[in-house]
RNA sequence: GGUGGGAUGGCAGAGCGGCUGAAUGCGACGGUCUUGAAAACCGUUGAUGGGUCAAACCAUCCGGGGGUUCGAAUCCCUCUCCCACCGCCA
């Protein structure tokens, strides 16, 4: 969430910034915010001066006897009463101005692109050719399925739509450039984390996809859990309401998990394929550090390196592109989405996502740490990227590498993880 | 699932219902000493909100929520988590 203070003395920035995001019903709240802001800070004094009263009071009554100590009990009681009724006035504007402050998005940096979806988003670079083909190239689904690899009718059985089993070679594939991609950036001192799979409500909270993304959300009611959408959820909530020391930032984390989604909403797009599934196994990169916008920056920049150079290992053509305004998410203030070439589609798709949060995220989770100098706890910054997701990588993979014949070259880096075989 | 014990400041760990925002130790920070460092010694050191140029000052916070009381870290209820043992089971 963002800092009250900032909201209450720059609210038009807020509500720009909220807009630019094309949520219109959010850049209400800023004033909702700013409403009950201004309610509880008429409410509060007066209720701090009586309860500075009725201490002093309640010491005095400590000390007297007999008739003086009745008098005085009755004051104390009629205060009392007052007390309450304030305070549970205040209880309830508390908790609204929170709910609120919720839903107030993060503010995009300014070099975000203007833009209501994703047709807005600007190419930055784009690296490697798409390949051409001297025989008629197969969508991966149809390579899949003639090699035995993939069956998605038995899956929709057991499971609905959106549903894949995977077999053989091709599962072996996957976990291949998984693990490909967990090693590339423990070799680059990031510390490699299994998470739970099912968090709190206030961990999805406080991540910034509750409230609004309920719809999109697997959900255990009885339990109060959440089956995760991504790692990033439990990887940033590691640290939640700690006081870290400057010393053991910046945390660099990458994490292996399942992840599940409902993709409410989305009936009759990307029906074909494995592009778009409820279940899949993601590798991410998560980064906690000082609050320090121009390291955040670097950070950020590293982080869309480390997944670019996964891709180029695996020998994947791919474009970087800056995420418009109206595509970004609410707690977000700068997102790269990285697109890789897919054939069959003769387009780019999404295959990484790469997030800048300032500290945003860390406000909700209330992640902090001390400066050097033992000077006042401040709110540290969060990034994160994907490394790698899959089945969704395996588009491109299958699809730009194979080969006339149906089979498909494996990039020289995965070969160490399928016991050195060149094609499968 | 059952029973018992526990949750206090960055960490460890005390705490008769008012004199406790909290002893003590560690750590951190500042200083003395030293060529420099270590050790030793002295001092400072919780968070949040309000307030102030900055202070002073005021309020809140002892796992979360609720209650008893004029007054709760301290008593009661409840939830969560941790630890131990029993039962059950991948």
Request: hydrophobic share 40%; aromatic share 6%; proline share 6%.
């Amino acid at each position: 969430m963002l800092d009250l203070k900032r909201l209450r003395e720059d609210p038009d920035s807020v509500r720009a910034g909220a807009l630019k995001k094309c949520f219109p019903d959010r850049a209400a709240a800023v004033d909702r915010v700013l409403e009950l802001d201004a309610r509880v800070r008429e409410l509060l004094p007066r209720i701090e001066g009586m309860r500075a009263e009725q201490k002093q009071a309640g010491k005095q009554l400590g000390k007297l006897q007999g008739a003086e100590r009745e008098a005085h009990l009755e004051g104390q009681k009629a205060l009392k009463a007052d007390l309450q009724a304030l305070e549970q006035e205040e209880k309830q504007l508390q908790l609204e101005l929170r709910s609120q402050l919720l839903l107030v998005p993060n503010l995009p940096d300014p070099e975000v692109p203007e833009g209501e979806d994703d047709t807005a988003n600007v190419e930055v670079r784009r690296i490697g050719e798409a390949p051409a083909f001297d025989f008629e190239p197969k969508a991966h689904d149809d390579l899949a399925l003639a090699r035995g690899w993939l069956d998605v009718e038995r899956a929709a059985d057991m499971a609905g739509s959106r549903n894949y089993l995977l077999f053989g070679d091709l599962v072996l594939l996957q976990d291949a450039v998984l693990r490909l991609a967990i090693d590339h950036l423990v070799s680059k001192g990031f510390i490699a984390v299994d998470p739970p799979l099912l968090v709190r409500d206030k961990i999805m909270e406080g991540t910034g996809f509750f409230p609004g993304g309920e719809e999109q959300t697997y959900r255990c009611p009885e339990d109060g859990l959440n089956l995760i959408g991504t790692a990033e959820v439990p990887v940033t909530s590691i640290h939640a309401g700690e006081i870290l020391d400057e010393a053991q930032l910046p945390r660099r984390y990458v994490a292996r998990s399942m992840c599940f989604r409902r993709e409410a909403g989305t009936y009759g797009k990307d029906t074909k394929g494995l592009y778009r599934v409820h279940q899949f196994q993601k590798v991410e990169q998560v980064i906690v550090d000082v609050a320090d916008e121009a390291r955040s920056r670097e950070h950020h920049e590293a982080i869309t390196r480390n997944s670019e150079e996964v891709l180029e290992m695996l020998g994947l053509p791919y474009r970087v592109v800056a995420v418009a305004g109206g595509d970004l998410g609410v707690p977000q203030a700068f997102k790269y989405d990285i697109e890789c070439w897919m054939p069959s589609r003769e387009a780019f798709g999404e295959t990484h996502s790469a997030s800048r949060f300032y500290d945003y995220q860390a406000r909700r989770l209330n992640i902090r740490y001390r400066p050097e100098g033992g000077k006042k706890p401040l709110h540290c910054h969060t990034l994160n990227n994907t490394v790698l997701a899959s089945p969704r990588i395996l588009i491109p993979l299958l699809e730009v590498h194979q080969q006339a014949d149906g089979t498909v070259r494996v990039p020289e880096a995965l070969r160490p993880y399928l016991g050195g075989r060149e094609v499968l």
